[in-house]
């Protein structure tokens, strides 16, 4: 986990739907792509959110009962909801740690974005350029494997 600073600042992201409870996430990330989907509330469906230029992400802890002892919990961190760190330290630290590259540009991290989703039983959290809701369906389960092929689709690379 990073540490903070006091610039750290945490917002629900009002567009997003609400996760249900359990809402039973998974992602699926390749080298260029980071899906994630879960249960809606209160159950009824199943998002798809596709994250645009991801750079980094994270998955697992804190569940619901220690998402207290995360970081980001003071400064506006709630439970099961979608939410945005302006001035992240997480992506700060990323920044440093590419100064490395001998074709480092600082500016790339300026446009990337620090989100969190808080579910029941883990967190997930992902800096990226942004994120897409690709579809909300009824839950069934042919829609469950129609989400699963799409994240599969385009995480896929044919093998030369």
């Given at each position: 986990?990073?540490?903070?600073?006091?610039?750290?600042?945490?917002?629900?992201?009002?567009?997003?739907?609400?996760?249900?409870?359990?809402?039973?996430?998974?992602?699926?990330?390749?080298?260029?792509?980071?899906?994630?989907?879960?249960?809606?509330?209160?159950?009824?469906?199943?998002?798809?959110?596709?994250?645009?230029?991801?750079?980094?992400?994270?998955?697992?802890g804190p569940n619901d009962e220690a998402l207290h002892g995360h970081p980001l919990k003071p400064?506006?961190l709630n439970y099961y909801g979608a939410f945005e760190v302006y001035r992240s330290s997480w992506?700060?630290?990323?920044?440093?740690?590419?100064?490395?590259?001998?074709?480092?540009?600082?500016?790339?991290?300026?446009?990337?974005?620090?989100?969190?989703?808080?579910?029941?039983?883990?967190?997930?959290?992902?800096?990226?350029?942004?994120?897409?809701?690709?579809?909300?369906?009824?839950?069934?389960?042919?829609?469950?494997?129609?989400?699963?092929?799409?994240?599969?689709?385009?995480?896929?690379?044919?093998?030369?």
């Amino acid at each position: 986990m990073y540490e903070i600073d006091s610039r750290d600042q945490v917002f629900p992201i009002e567009d997003v739907p609400t996760p249900a409870i359990p809402p039973h996430p998974a992602i699926l990330a390749g080298d260029v792509d980071v899906l994630l989907t879960y249960q809606v509330a209160p159950g009824t469906g199943l998002v798809l959110i596709d994250f645009e230029n991801p750079i980094a992400h994270y998955f697992g802890g804190p569940n619901d009962e220690a998402l207290h002892g995360h970081p980001l919990k003071p400064r506006g961190l709630n439970y099961y909801g979608a939410f945005e760190v302006y001035r992240s330290s997480w992506i700060r630290a990323l920044e440093r740690m590419n100064r490395v590259h001998p074709r480092h540009d600082a500016r790339r991290f300026d446009s990337m974005h620090h989100f969190i989703f808080t579910f029941q039983d883990e967190t997930f959290e992902c800096v990226a350029r942004g994120l897409k809701i690709l579809s909300l369906v009824a839950n069934s389960p042919d829609n469950v494997r129609a989400i699963f092929s799409t994240m599969v689709a385009r995480v896929r690379r044919p093998l030369d």
